[in-house]
């Protein structure tokens, strides 16, 4: 960018509604699902204000307010674009077949962790595109691993350390939503997508109903992290079994180990599970989603617990979807229907053992075309007494589960503690 164009930027200058634009609207071309980067053409959002863009909203749309802040507050020069020299992968991630089907990935941008290198000659020209996916590498540190049940596990100084830490490529993925391939994969019309969307946000993305041509959303909501226990490029080698953990965001049990559901527990054993795998000369992926509450949140997950807890008969699992529906109106909102896309980002077509007891996660992904073998289920010793009615509830609504499916009256007696009884 030239000192000019970086200066104007800086400028004060009055506020140009969406309604009354000036200047040149013609998007900047993109082709989703081209055959190569070049084809595909950049993601651009319209942070600088300039009008040449192909996307509505803005990166890290959930902390899009904080730089705002920054912003505001003289911390951040508004006309800063990153420095991307040395954050390069780490791991070489792609291309696969996947990226050149505008159907099989519709949320997240296949090129988005490789924008300075496929994208570089459009930055040099003063184009703000930046990257949507992050590959580095880490060590876990799990108190179940290191303090606890290490005795399950090998340490072999490649994979799980003497230490009791756990090595991984981690890899973080920003949403990036291509419109008519989401409402295509909901089985609606983009145009009631776009209004929904715009209604139900409160109008605060009017492109989405007054630029059509704008076909990239990249909405206000948490991402993905996925770690990859192992070498990455066994995800593709068909001689190499693959374990896969797909979990659900759940603060209060992933980080603060609260007991009232199965999330951190089942979480460990995934964790353990891929260590085993990428141990036997296999590779193990755990893929974390930002889908706090079913996707509801965490003030109606607690609203939900507070009514479970108090209703008549105390909490049981014959009543535990029902009182989700009353606050909230829905039982989930979690439509498994996106997750499969950072999958088929991998290149991966078949899972062998999937740690996952839900109905919902397996249709997904065997409806992109992804074979499962074994699908795994928690053991019951790693089941929280007070996480009886969660488990028991899904195994009646049709999660995985070896054993019987419990009955109606079964399920009246499965109880959790009074919410008196913390």
């Known amino acids: 960018m030239s000192e000019d164009q970086a200066a104007s930027l800086n400028r004060p200058r009055h506020i140009v509604l969406n309604s009354h634009p000036t200047g040149d609207q013609s998007p900047i071309e993109l082709n989703w699902g081209a055959v190569n980067a070049a084809d595909r053409g950049p993601v651009v959002t319209n942070l600088t204000g300039d009008g040449r863009h192909n996307a ?43 990226w050149s089907d505008a159907s099989r990935i519709v949320s997240m941008d296949p090129y988005g962790h490789l924008v300075a290198q496929c994208f570089q000659d459009q930055i040099d020209d003063g184009t703000d595109v930046r990257p949507s996916i992050a590959v580095t590498r880490a060590r876990l540190s799990l108190p179940e691993v290191v303090h606890g049940r290490q005795q399950n596990l090998q340490m072999d100084g490649q994979v799980l350390l003497e230490s009791g830490e756990i090595n991984v490529t981690k890899i973080a993925v920003e949403p990036v939503w291509y419109l008519p391939g989401v409402a295509e994969r909901f089985r609606i019309k983009e145009p009631e997508l776009r209004r929904i969307l715009f209604e139900q946000t409160g109008g605060m993305f009017s492109d989405l109903v007054t630029r059509s041509d704008l076909k990239i959303f990249l909405p206000p909501i948490g991402g993905a992290t996925l770690y990859i226990f192992g070498n990455p490029e066994y995800l593709t080698d068909s001689s190499r079994r693959l374990t896969c953990r797909v979990h659900d965001e759940c603060n209060g049990s992933d980080v603060f180990g609260s007991d009232i559901c199965t999330c951190r527990p089942y979480l460990v054993h995934g ?17 974390y989603n930002r889908k706090e509450g079913r996707a509801l949140g965490e003030v109606t997950k607690f609203l939900v617990y507070n009514a479970r807890k108090r209703q008549d008969g105390g909490d049981r699992a014959d009543a535990y979807f029902e009182r989700t529906e009353c606050v909230a109106g829905v039982q989930d909102v979690r439509f498994q229907e996106l997750m499969p896309d950072v999958l088929n980002w991998l290149g991966i077509s078949r899972i062998d053992r999937f740690i996952s007891m839900s109905n919902m996660k397996y249709d997904a992904v065997t409806a992109q075309g992804i074979d499962v073998g074994q699908r795994v289920s928690l053991p019951d010793d790693l089941i929280p007494e007070d996480a009886q009615v969660e488990m028991e509830a899904k195994k009646a609504a049709g999660y995985y589960t070896p054993d019987e499916v419990p009955e109606i009256d079964d399920l009246a007696k499965t109880r959790g503690r009074h919410i008196e009884g913390y």
Not at 58 to 82: K, M
């Open 271 to 287: 964790i353990e599970e891929c260590v085993r795998e990428a141990q036997n000369d296999g590779v193990g992926l755990v893929v």
């Open 56 to 98: 509505i909203g803005t990166h890290s749309g959930s902390y899009s307010i904080y730089r705002a802040l920054a912003v505001a507050a003289g911390a951040l020069d508004p006309s800063h674009r990153p420095d991307l020299t040395n954050t390069a992968p780490v791991a070489r991630i792609g291309p696969h077949p996947q």
